[in-house]
């Protein structure tokens, strides 16, 4: 079972930036995938970014490449979405994510995190 909390939402003006944290416990493999997705209503849940704990290069959807960076500390079990430059579209609520297989889509998830709003203003 793994376990994780995300932290690091809120609201910020058009072109500001946040960084999002999610920290994990229980068994984790570094085989294992962690990934950010993020849902605004009415619209379904998609991938933004994904990164491996063994290393390797991180995904990121071309809806966000150039602005925001996955990133992770192993030693503090914590994987990190630093978004910059952000627009009013990356309004959302984002979920950190860890899956034992290439998450493809949220269908491959095997654990989700509570979920963090992000808030962008125009």
């Known amino acids: 079972q793994v376990q994780l909390v995300e932290s690091g939402g809120g609201l910020v003006q058009a072109g500001g930036s946040l960084r999002l944290s999610c920290v994990a416990s229980?068994?984790?493999?570094?085989?294992?995938?962690m990934a950010w997705f993020r849902q605004a209503p009415g619209k379904e849940r998609e991938k933004v970014a994904y990164?491996?704990?063994?290393?390797?290069?991180?995904f990121h959807a071309d809806s966000v490449k150039g602005r925001f960076t996955i990133s992770r500390d192993n030693a503090k079990n914590t994987v990190y979405l630093q978004m910059n430059n952000l627009k009013p579209e990356d309004t959302a609520i984002y979920f950190c994510?860890?899956?034992?297989?290439?998450?493809?889509?949220?269908?491959?998830?095997?654990?989700w995190g509570q979920g963090t709003q992000v808030t962008v203003s125009s």
């Open positions: 229980g068994r984790i493999f570094s085989t294992y995938y």
């Open positions: 990164i491996r704990w063994s290393g390797g290069t991180p």
């Open positions: 994510a860890c899956s034992r297989r290439w998450p493809s889509s949220s269908s491959d998830v095997d654990y």
